[in-house]
């Protein structure tokens, strides 16, 4: 992994012009369905993180590119899980990924649209939960709006560690910011999530 993200820092130290395009190639097949899983998009970005604190590359286009990236990656495989269907996920080829297909469709059923946004906080299986949510059929509008707020909020997240730390910003143990600034987003979508069903009461 670690080799990987040096790889990669050298790339776009090298071509910090295609540094939008690059990152947001990377963050879109991170965020696929089957694809995801081989994509070490964590140390990736806090890479990206780094470099954009360091002033190698300009944040504009990385945030760009990424946040275009990742909805498009998600907005993919909801499609892919539309046509798919719910049988799909009985079916045996996808057996070896069935205790993901599980938790996504648990996810999915207790926290509703709300798992489209904080599944992408979950890791590895986080490229199933927009998958699993075309199976459900859940409708394309919900999807999206959800599909872009989420992107919205991960990709900052996920570069702020890098970029801080780039920047002699974070006064917080090794493996501390990254969870706290992820119990922050999580708090402010509680908090407008609760605001918008007052509003609607």
Same mark, same amino acid.
């Given at each position: 992994m670690g080799g990987v993200a040096e790889r990669l820092a050298a790339l776009l130290q090298s071509h910090p012009e295609q540094a939008g395009l690059i990152i947001g190639l990377l963050v879109f097949a991170e965020s696929l369905a089957f694809v995801g899983f081989f994509v070490p998009s964590t140390p990736l970005l806090l890479a990206i993180g780094a470099l954009v604190g360091a002033g190698v590359v300009t944040p504009g286009?990385? +945030?760009?590119? $990424?946040?275009?990236?990742?909805?498009?990656?998600d907005a993919i495989s909801?499609?892919? *899980? &539309?046509?798919? %269907?719910?049988?799909?996920?009985?079916?045996?080829?996808?057996?070896?990924?069935?205790?993901? +297909?599980?938790? $996504?469709?648990?996810?999915?059923?207790?926290?509703?649209?709300?798992?489209?946004?904080l *599944? &992408?906080?979950? %890791?590895p299986v986080r490229s199933f939960v927009p998958l699993v949510g075309g199976m459900l059929s859940m409708g394309r509008v919900r999807f999206q709006i959800a599909n872009l707020i989420g992107a919205i909020l991960w990709i900052p997240v996920m570069l702020a560690p890098g970029y801080l730390a780039a920047r002699g910003l974070t006064l917080l143990p090794s493996g501390v910011l990254e969870?706290?600034?992820?119990?922050a987003a999580f708090l402010l979508l509680a908090i407008a999530a609760w605001r918008w069903g007052r509003r609607r009461a």
């Open positions: 286009p990385v +945030l760009i590119f $990424a946040i275009a990236g990742a909805v498009a990656g909801f499609e892919l *899980g &539309r046509w798919m %269907g719910p049988k799909a996920l009985r079916h045996r080829r996808l057996r070896r990924h069935r205790r993901a +297909l599980a938790w $996504a469709r648990l996810f999915i059923h207790r926290a509703g649209m709300l798992a489209m946004i *599944g &992408r906080f979950t %890791g969870p706290t600034l992820i119990a």
